[in-house]
Each structure stands twice: as structure tokens, then as C-alpha cells.
């Protein structure tokens, strides 16, 4: 099983980006999905979520407004789209499934699996 985070890159602020986090080795459709990131020396923090389909959707306040997670469950695939780029959303972006649905969750909850992680640089 692998969850394989993509589209981390460098952009000015204000710009925009699209992550990508796809799924292999098994279905992940029953599943919660979730976006965390992390900068160095800090806990990894909840970006947004996703529930088994788009009636359960959450973000972190910081993001609010600018990021929209979706998923395609044909393509065992996550998504988020980050709008409105701010240099302190710099940071690695990862990917985690879970069997539960959690609407402010800590890295430190029930999470199967935890993709790679795909690094994000705004500059200001």
C-alpha cells in the first residue's frame, strides 16, 4: 500500500498550486482522507479533510477560503487546491488516510497510512 503526495513546488505569493496524493495496493474510497503539513521543528498540523464522500469536508482556519481538498474515488485519488499562496504556507504537504473521519484532527490520531510528503516553497 502506498499513498504517493505530487505537485509540491516553488511559487510567489499569491500564486497557486495543486497537490496530489494517489493511492495504490488498495481502495481507499471507505476512507477518510486528510492533509497535514509540516515545517522544521514543529508538529505536523491539519490542512483540510476529506470524509468518504464531499458531505464531510474541514479545513484549518488558516486556509479557509484559499484550499479546496477534493477526491475522485475512481482514481483512489486526493487532491487539494491551494489558492492565494502566503510564504507561511511553505512547508511539507502530506497525505494520510484513516478509517474514521475527524474533523480537527492531530497527527497523533488513528491514520492507516501517510504519503511521503511533497515540499511547498512561497516566496514573498
Known amino acids: 500500500v502506498q499513498l504517493q503526495a505530487s505537485g509540491g513546488g516553488l511559487v510567489q505569493a499569491g500564486g497557486s498550486l495543486r497537490l496530489s496524493c494517489a493511492a495504490s495496493?488498495?481502495?481507499?474510497?471507505?476512507?477518510?482522507m486528510y492533509w497535514f503539513r509540516q515545517t522544521p521543528g514543529k508538529e505536523r498540523e491539519f490542512v483540510a479533510g476529506?470524509?468518504?464522500?464531499?458531505?464531510?469536508?474541514f479545513y484549518a482556519d488558516s486556509v479557509k477560503g484559499r484550499f479546496t481538498i477534493s477526491r475522485d474515488n475512481a482514481k483512489n485519488t486526493m487532491y487539494l487546491q491551494m489558492n492565494r499562496l502566503k510564504p507561511e504556507d511553505t512547508a511539507v504537504y502530506y497525505c494520510?488516510?484513516?478509517?474514521?473521519?475527524?474533523?480537527?484532527?492531530?497527527?497523533?490520531?488513528?491514520?492507516?497510512?501517510w504519503g511521503q510528503g511533497t515540499l511547498v516553497t512561497v516566496s514573498s
Open positions: 476529506i470524509g468518504r464522500t464531499t458531505s464531510f469536508i
Open positions: 494520510a488516510v484513516s478509517r474514521n473521519v475527524y474533523a480537527q484532527p492531530r497527527e497523533s490520531y488513528d491514520f492507516s497510512y
Open positions: 495496493g488498495r481502495n481507499f474510497n471507505n476512507y477518510g
